[in-house]
């Protein structure tokens, strides 16, 4: 007599290595979905805004290094730094759409130098509506003064 039971054991249901890489599955496929669908226009929107903020700080640094006082403005093409040699930093925008305010004037410029304090200054950038029934998306590109500009999404220097 047989000290085991030799009968074979029916398997039901699924075992933990089989739950975890469904599981597994799942989780990239719901990243992949998330990614795809995150809003490019918003996208473009923090991208304009990085970059405005590093043409900024380069500008800031350019100013105080020749000692001559910088200034930003936005133009019908895009923007425009005063002060710097021709070319020394793109003025244009890389994405459609896009355009800035400072303060309540959108024709206002931005002191950018050569003193190392600027005190508080405030720049927003616009990411037109479209279609004309969604509104118009602002982050904003502040300092206040002594930091370097940083991206903001409410209007705080």
């Not at 930093?89 to 890389?94: G, M, R």
């Not at 400072?102 to 508080?120: K, Y």
């Not at 950038?125 to 998306?137: D, F, G, H, T």
Request: net charge positive; charged share 20%; with cysteine.
């Amino acid at each position: 007599m047989p000290l085991y039971n030799c009968r074979p054991i029916s398997r039901r249901g699924f075992t933990l290595l089989e739950l975890l890489v469904v599981i597994a599955i799942m989780a990239m496929a719901t990243s992949g979905v998330s990614l795809a669908m995150r809003d490019t226009g918003l996208t473009a929107l923090e991208r304009e805004a990085q970059r405005l903020s590093v043409l900024f700080e380069s500008a800031r640094a350019q100013s105080r290094a020749s000692g001559m006082p910088v200034y930003w403005h936005v133009t019908e093409q895009g923007f425009q730094f005063d002060g710097l040699a021709p070319g020394a930093l793109p003025e244009n925008w890389l994405g459609s759409g896009i355009t800035a305010r400072s303060g309540s004037n959108q024709r206002a410029g931005v002191r950018l130098g050569p003193e190392p304090i600027i005190g508080p200054q405030t720049v927003e950038v616009v990411s037109s509506a479209e279609p004309p029934n969604k509104p118009e998306r602002v982050l904003f590109v502040s300092t206040d003064g002594l930091r370097p500009f940083a991206v903001r999404s409410e209007a705080r220097p």
